[in-house]
C-alpha cells in the first residue's frame, strides 16, 4: 500500500489514501459495527415483543446484526458470550434527554461554557449513557445554542469516538417569555437564550427550515410553558394554532417529526391538532387530549422521574425551587392521567428528561410507569419497542430478533421481578460490539 502512495496509483485511491494519513482510518473501519460470527447465550431474554420471557437461548450475530434467536445448543457458531446466569434485553431507547445540561440552574450554566466544552461534556454523559445500557438516545433540544450535541451525535456517528446511537433537535422553539427565554433579565440585557425564541408564522417556518439545515432530526417544539425555567406557567398553552401548523406543516414536508413539550391540556390539544407525533410531559391532560392521542396514533412521554429526583435529592435547589412545587402539587395527579392514558390504549414511551442527574438513575422512569398502571414488561416494552417506533427506527432496534441490528444489554437476576436490576447492566452490545461497562 505505501509503495501504492509513491509510484502509481488511481487519482480516488491516492485522495483517500491522503485522506486517511491526515484523518486516520476512515469512518467506516471505526463505525460501532462488528464483524464476524459471536452467538450470545442469554439465560434469560425479554425480546422487547413477545408478552414472557424465553429461557436458556441463543442469539447469533454475524456482522453486528442479529440473524436467528432460539434456543441455545452446545456447538453454537463464532465466539460464545456466556450469560447463561443473566437476563438480556434489546438496547434501552431514551426518547427525551438534555445530555449537555449539568446542573440545577442551567439556564444560567448555558451561557457559562462554549459550546466547545459542552460538546466534550455531553460526549461524557452518553458514553455514560450507553455503558448504563442507553443504546440509542433522543436528545430534544439542549443547553447550547451552536448545536455542540449535534455534533456530537455526528463525531459518533463517523466512528471518531463510541457512543449510542444519537437523534434529535438542535433547539426547543420557544415564544417570548416561554419555556426557553431567560425571563429572569431585566429588559436591558441582551443575552441569547437558551432555547431558540421565535415568533410568528413566517418566522417559525424559517426557523424550521435553519434547523433542518444544520442537522436536526426533530423539531422540539414547547408548546407550553415549563417546569424548570423561570417567569412562565407550565398550565399555559404557548404559540398560536397557527404557528404550530406551520411549524409542522413545514417539518413534515422537509420530512422531520415534531415532538412537543406540552404540560397545559390546551397545549396538548392544539399539538395533537396539529400534527406532532409525539407529546412530552402531558401533565394536565385531559381526557379529550388522552382521546386525541389514541385516535390519532401519538405517542405519550410523560418524563416522571425528573420531578422525583429533584423532589427528593435536591429539594433545597433554589434554581429548581418551581419544579419542586409544581412536583408537590401535581404529582399524583401526572401519574394519575399518565395511568389513564395507558388504559386507554395509547403509545406511551420512556424519556428520562436526563438533566445532570446520575446517568444509572434514568431507567427509575420504568418504575414510575409501573405506578402509573404499566406491567414491568409494558414498562420494558415501552424502553425498547414502543420507543423505536416513536423514533420510525422499528426496522433497526427495539426487540432482539432477526435483522436487527444487535443492540442488546444484560443483567443480573429478574428485572421483571426487579426493576431495579436494570440499574445494574452488566453487559452492552452496540451492533455486535461489546461495550465495557465499567
Ligand atoms: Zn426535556
Given at each position: 500500500?505505501?509503495?501504492?502512495?509513491?509510484?502509481?496509483?488511481?487519482?480516488?485511491?491516492?485522495?483517500?489514501?491522503?485522506?486517511?494519513?491526515?484523518?486516520?482510518?476512515?469512518?467506516?473501519?471505526?463505525?460501532?459495527?462488528?464483524?464476524?460470527?459471536?452467538?450470545?447465550?442469554?439465560?434469560?431474554?425479554?425480546?422487547g415483543r413477545?408478552?414472557?420471557?424465553?429461557?436458556?437461548?441463543?442469539?447469533?450475530?454475524?456482522?453486528?446484526?442479529?440473524?436467528?434467536?432460539?434456543?441455545?445448543?452446545?456447538?453454537?457458531?463464532?465466539?460464545?458470550?456466556?450469560?447463561?446466569?443473566?437476563?438480556?434485553?434489546p438496547?434501552?431507547?431514551?426518547?427525551?434527554?438534555?445530555?449537555?445540561?449539568?446542573?440545577?440552574?442551567?439556564?444560567?450554566?448555558?451561557?457559562?461554557?462554549?459550546?466547545?466544552?459542552?460538546?466534550?461534556?455531553?460526549?461524557?454523559?452518553?458514553?455514560?449513557?450507553?455503558?448504563?445500557?442507553?443504546?440509542?438516545?433522543?436528545?430534544?433540544?439542549?443547553?447550547?445554542?451552536?448545536?455542540?450535541?449535534?455534533?456530537?451525535?455526528?463525531?459518533?456517528?463517523?466512528?471518531?469516538?463510541?457512543?449510542?446511537?444519537?437523534?434529535?433537535?438542535?433547539?426547543?422553539?420557544?415564544?417570548?417569555?416561554?419555556?426557553?427565554?431567560?425571563?429572569?433579565?431585566?429588559?436591558?440585557?441582551?443575552?441569547?437564550?437558551?432555547?431558540?425564541?421565535?415568533?410568528?408564522?413566517?418566522?417559525?417556518?424559517?426557523?424550521?427550515?435553519?434547523?433542518?439545515?444544520?442537522?436536526?432530526?426533530?423539531?422540539?417544539?414547547?408548546?407550553?410553558?415549563?417546569?424548570?425555567?423561570?417567569?412562565?406557567?407550565?398550565?399555559?398553552?404557548?404559540?398560536?394554532?397557527?404557528?404550530?401548523?406551520?411549524?409542522?406543516?413545514?417539518?413534515?414536508?422537509?420530512?422531520?417529526?415534531?415532538?412537543?413539550?406540552?404540560?397545559?391540556?390546551?397545549?396538548?390539544?392544539?399539538?395533537?391538532?396539529?400534527?406532532?407525533?409525539?407529546?412530552?410531559?402531558?401533565?394536565?391532560?385531559?381526557?379529550?387530549?388522552?382521546?386525541?392521542?389514541?385516535?390519532?396514533?401519538?405517542?405519550?412521554?410523560?418524563?416522571?422521574?425528573?420531578?422525583?429526583?429533584?423532589?427528593?435529592?435536591?429539594?433545597?435547589?433554589?434554581?429548581?425551587?418551581?419544579?419542586?412545587?409544581?412536583?408537590?402539587?401535581?404529582?399524583?395527579?401526572?401519574?394519575?392521567?399518565?395511568?389513564?392514558?395507558?388504559?386507554?390504549?395509547?403509545?406511551?414511551?420512556?424519556?428520562?428528561?436526563?438533566?445532570?442527574?446520575?446517568?444509572?438513575?434514568?431507567?427509575?422512569?420504568?418504575?414510575?410507569?409501573?405506578?402509573?398502571?404499566?406491567?414491568?414488561?409494558?414498562?420494558?416494552q415501552a424502553a425498547t419497542r414502543v420507543n423505536a417506533e416513536?423514533?420510525?427506527?422499528q426496522?433497526?432496534?427495539g426487540t432482539?430478533?432477526?435483522?436487527?441490528?444487535?443492540?442488546?444489554?444484560?443483567?443480573?437476576?429478574?428485572?421483571?421481578?426487579?426493576?431495579?436490576?436494570?440499574?445494574?447492566?452488566?453487559?452492552?452490545?452496540?451492533?455486535?460490539?461489546?461495550?465495557?461497562?465499567?
Amino acid at each position: 500500500m505505501k509503495r501504492a502512495t509513491t509510484t502509481s496509483c488511481l487519482i480516488v485511491a491516492c485522495l483517500a489514501l491522503a485522506w486517511s494519513a491526515h484523518a486516520g482510518p476512515a469512518p467506516e473501519k471505526l463505525a460501532p459495527s462488528a464483524t464476524g460470527v459471536t452467538t450470545l447465550r442469554c439465560g434469560t431474554l425479554i425480546d422487547g415483543r413477545s408478552a414472557a420471557p424465553k429461557r436458556d437461548v441463543a442469539i447469533r450475530i454475524e456482522d453486528g446484526r442479529i440473524v436467528a434467536v432460539g434456543a441455545f445448543a452446545p456447538g453454537a457458531a463464532g465466539t460464545v458470550i456466556d450469560h447463561s446466569q443473566d437476563t438480556c434485553l434489546p438496547g434501552l431507547i431514551d426518547a427525551h434527554a438534555h445530555v449537555l445540561i449539568k446542573t440545577d440552574d442551567y439556564q444560567v450554566d448555558h451561557l457559562r461554557r462554549s459550546s466547545a466544552y459542552k460538546a466534550l461534556r455531553g460526549l461524557a454523559v452518553v458514553q455514560e449513557m450507553l455503558r448504563s445500557g442507553w443504546t440509542t438516545v433522543r436528545i430534544l433540544g439542549d443547553a447550547d445554542v451552536a448545536y455542540a450535541h449535534l455534533d456530537v451525535r455526528t463525531a459518533i456517528q463517523e466512528g471518531l469516538f463510541i457512543g449510542p446511537r444519537l437523534t434529535g433537535a438542535g433547539h426547543y422553539f420557544s415564544i417570548t417569555g416561554g419555556g426557553g427565554d431567560l425571563n429572569f433579565l431585566g429588559p436591558e440585557h441582551q443575552v441569547v437564550a437558551d432555547g431558540l425564541v421565535v415568533d410568528g408564522v413566517d418566522a417559525v417556518r424559517k426557523a424550521v427550515r435553519e434547523e433542518i439545515k444544520r442537522g436536526s432530526d426533530w423539531i422540539k417544539v414547547l408548546a407550553s410553558g415549563a417546569m424548570m425555567s423561570a417567569g412562565n406557567d407550565p398550565n399555559r398553552a404557548h404559540f398560536s394554532p397557527d404557528e404550530l401548523a406551520a411549524i409542522v406543516d413545514e417539518a413534515s414536508r422537509l420530512g422531520v417529526p415534531v415532538a412537543a413539550h406540552a404540560h397545559s391540556a390546551a397545549g396538548i390539544r392544539a399539538s395533537i391538532l396539529a400534527g406532532a407525533r409525539t407529546i412530552e410531559h402531558g401533565t394536565f391532560i385531559d381526557d379529550e387530549g388522552i382521546r386525541l392521542l389514541q385516535e390519532k396514533g401519538v405517542y405519550l412521554v410523560p418524563t416522571l422521574y425528573v420531578g422525583d429526583y429533584y423532589l427528593n435529592e435536591q429539594p433545597g435547589s433554589e434554581a429548581q425551587a418551581k419544579l419542586n412545587e409544581l412536583t408537590r402539587q401535581y404529582r399524583a395527579q401526572h401519574i394519575a392521567a399518565v395511568g389513564k392514558a395507558i388504559k386507554a390504549g395509547v403509545h406511551v414511551g420512556v424519556g428520562t428528561d436526563y438533566v445532570g442527574f446520575p446517568v444509572k438513575q434514568g431507567v427509575r422512569e420504568l418504575g414510575l410507569l409501573v405506578e402509573a398502571g404499566m406491567t414491568p414488561m409494558q414498562a420494558i416494552q415501552a424502553a425498547t419497542r414502543v420507543n423505536a417506533e416513536l423514533l420510525g427506527w422499528q426496522d433497526r432496534v427495539g426487540t432482539v430478533e432477526a435483522g436487527k441490528l444487535a443492540d442488546i444489554i444484560a443483567v443480573p437476576g429478574d428485572p421483571l421481578h426487579d426493576l431495579s436490576m436494570l440499574e445494574k447492566v452488566s453487559f452492552v452490545m452496540l451492533g455486535g460490539r461489546e461495550i465495557a461497562t465499567q
